[in-house]
């Protein structure tokens, strides 16, 4: 190494609300110098993919660390000339090691052999996970990926079993976690909690109803659909059920028209921006992400539990293993709208216990699965490939 400190470059795809937190805190560490590479910065129009409108963050993702943007668009046709500038990015920085976030696009699973070529090693830090069957040809690229990673940093239990069963020795991980940003959250959540009866007044929602809340885009994968059908067969049995919708998405007007049909008390916020993502949360008495395998982990369960509410998320979660535990901070559910209305039921008939269940949720969160823990985890790698 040149210098003391140890020299970290990141490679990943575009500026994300929940990675820049960290790369603050990577940067004004003292034993770090940090520059992170990104492919390219989106539009508002790019950002909105999914929530169905345009945005941009209200939060910086681009200050208080070293960047650049390679100006690289995404698909195979773009490749060879991301990797020109790439190469020339990381031979300007000389990093020690680069830090890589996953594969979820070909420039990014072709920077896997570059450093290899270029003879950095490689960090990685993903969230795929052993939960979800892939086919023997995906098996074999996941291998030969991981054939170029010198180490990984472990977001959770699924996420492990995913590198062990692909190949990666015990050895070569190291325990991090999957976080959001913890003490913003908590302001926010302090800040607001006056303002929770009168939201739930203005939301429609009495003292006597338990309100679940969804968050997030309202797309196929996530389910939300399911939770309407839940709170129905809920709301049959006699059940305080409403619901709450945070987000906005394609299946936004069809959960409306769901909810009405059903009899089923909904209130839609619509799209809600990082200051603004308390209202989600604080007339809330419960957390629920209904989601399919495509949700490799879900970070709104993590906000969820630092606001203070139990959750009930499905099987397919990858989060499900490491945050949920069962009667304590929550449920996990299997199957469709039978076995989430019964999870649901089984909260309401024990609801004197759920403020404890979500402060032991908030505890587990903030003592590992946090920004420092995915912080050591990640010193730890660097510093055993540094100086091996």
Excluded at 22 to 40: G, H, K, N, Q
Excluded at 171 to 190: C, I, K, N, P, T
Excluded at 361 to 383: D, F, I
């Amino acid at each position: 190494m040149t210098s003391t400190k140890m020299k970290l470059g990141v490679v990943t795809t575009h500026p994300i609300q929940y990675m820049a937190p960290w790369f603050r805190a990577l940067a004004a560490d003292p034993a770090l110098e940090l520059e992170v590479i990104y492919f390219r910065e989106l539009n508002a129009l790019q950002q909105g993919a999914g929530f169905g409108r345009a945005f941009q963050w209200d939060v910086p993702l681009r200050q208080g660390y070293a960047s650049r943007v390679l100006g690289a668009a995404a698909g195979i046709a773009a490749v060879p000339r991301l990797l020109l500038r790439l190469r020339c990015a990381v031979c300007d920085i000389r990093p020690d090691a680069v830090l890589v976030t996953g594969w979820n696009e070909p420039g990014l699973a072709a920077a896997y052999p570059l450093m290899k070529w270029l003879g950095v090693p490689v960090i990685l830090r993903g969230d795929s996970n052993a939960l979800r069957l892939r086919s023997a040809m995906t098996k074999l690229m996941h291998r030969m990926l991981l054939g170029f990673v010198s180490v990984a940093v472990v977001v959770g239990k699924a996420n492990r079993q995913f590198y062990l069963d692909n190949g990666v020795r015990p050895d070569q991980l190291f325990e991090g976690a999957h976080y959001v940003e913890s003490e913003r959250m908590l302001a926010m959540a302090q800040a607001q909690a006056q303002e929770r009866s009168g939201l739930r007044r203005e939301n429609g929602f009495a003292d006597e109803d338990f309100v679940f809340s969804f968050v997030g885009k309202h797309v196929p994968f996530k389910r939300p659909m399911l939770l309407v059908e839940a709170a129905a067969l809920a709301r049959q049995r006699g059940l305080p059920v409403k619901l709450l919708f945070a987000g906005s998405g394609e299946l936004t007007d069809a959960l409306q028209r769901r909810a009405a049909e059903l009899n089923v008390p909904a209130h839609f916020t619509g799209f809600l921006n990082q200051t603004e993502m308390w209202q989600a949360y604080v007339p809330a008495d419960a957390f629920v992400l209904p989601s399919t395998n495509g949700e490799t982990w879900g970070l709104v369960t993590n906000e969820a539990m630092l606001f203070g509410l139990p959750v009930i998320v499905s099987d397919q979660v990858g989060c499900g293993p490491d945050l949920v535990v069962e009667g304590e901070t929550g449920y996990v559910f299997s199957g469709g709208a039978e076995g989430l209305a019964a999870a649901m039921e089984k909260l309401i008939e024990n609801r004197e216990r759920a403020p404890a269940m979500g402060a032991a949720g908030r505890r587990r969160v903030l003592e590992q699965y946090s920004m420092p823990v995915a912080t050591a985890g990640l010193k730890a790698a660097l510093k055993a490939v540094a100086f091996e």
